[in-house]
């Protein structure tokens, strides 16, 4: 079973560009979550899918960033425009349930953004 | 939710037992314990998770003290492989007032496995 996969795995852009990331969850897996770290700080929850709609949205730092799960199955995060302080690893994890009882998030990779 | 507190670091030869300690004083009664760990640039893997009873599978061991203030991670035949950063992450139940779906993460214990 083919794991949750994001891309690009890296990607370099000018500061006022736009970027999208892109996340594919593992085949039925409803929910759906962003996380990033940027350098030397802890990894930060952004947002929270439940198939399309968004459940959670309360770690989006700012309105620079615009996350989207149409037809509830790959997701896209919208850096536009980057700022340098955008730069860190941005995660996609999905999980099946969504109690604490069962609630097992698995990582992608991650795509490393860096922001010039 | 209830904030941890684990070592910075700690080191462990190969083949022995690994044993991290985490403090989450704070609990409440429906608060969930688990552990994740992130190996160099990959993304963080979930390992085990439990309420108050002790639980383990193919990874590892969760052992949590009756007044459940504190828990320790066991891994009994580490590896190098197993050399991450090892997160405890303490989550409350949304059905009963608690936060969404979201983990919050720590600065973790930076686990080393010596040869």
């Known amino acids: 079973e083919a794991g949750v996969t994001q891309f690009p795995s890296h990607s370099v852009i000018e500061k006022g560009q736009t970027v999208t990331l892109r996340c594919d969850p593992i085949?039925?897996?409803?929910?759906l979550y962003w996380y990033r770290r940027v350098m030397g700080k802890e990894i930060k929850f952004l947002l929270h899918f439940v198939k399309e709609s968004k459940q959670d949205e309360s770690g989006m730092p700012n309105n620079r960033f615009l996350a989207e799960r149409t037809g509830g199955t790959y997701s896209t995060l919208k850096v536009q425009p980057a700022e340098l302080e955008d730069s860190g690893v941005y995660f996609c994890?999905?999980?099946?349930?969504?109690?604490?009882?069962?609630?097992?998030?698995?990582f992608g990779p991650g795509t490393r953004l860096t922001v010039l | 939710d209830a904030k941890t507190t684990q070592p910075t670091s700690m080191d462990c030869a190969e083949g022995r037992a690994a044993n991290l300690p985490c403090n989450h004083s704070t609990i409440s009664g429906n608060e969930y314990v688990y552990w994740y760990r992130q190996i160099h640039s990959q993304g963080p893997q979930y390992i085990i998770h439990g309420l108050k009873n002790n639980e383990t599978n193919e990874m590892a061991s969760l052992i949590i003290t009756e007044d459940r203030k504190s828990s320790t991670l066991i891994l009994p035949h580490a590896t190098l492989r197993d050399t991450a950063v090892y997160y405890c992450i303490v989550r409350s139940d949304p059905n009963y007032g608690g936060s969404q779906g979201n983990l919050i993460f720590g600065k973790g214990t930076k686990l080393s496995v010596k040869p």
């Open positions: 085949s039925g897996h409803d929910n």
């Open positions: 994890a999905s999980s099946q349930f969504w109690s604490p009882l069962r609630n097992e998030q698995f």
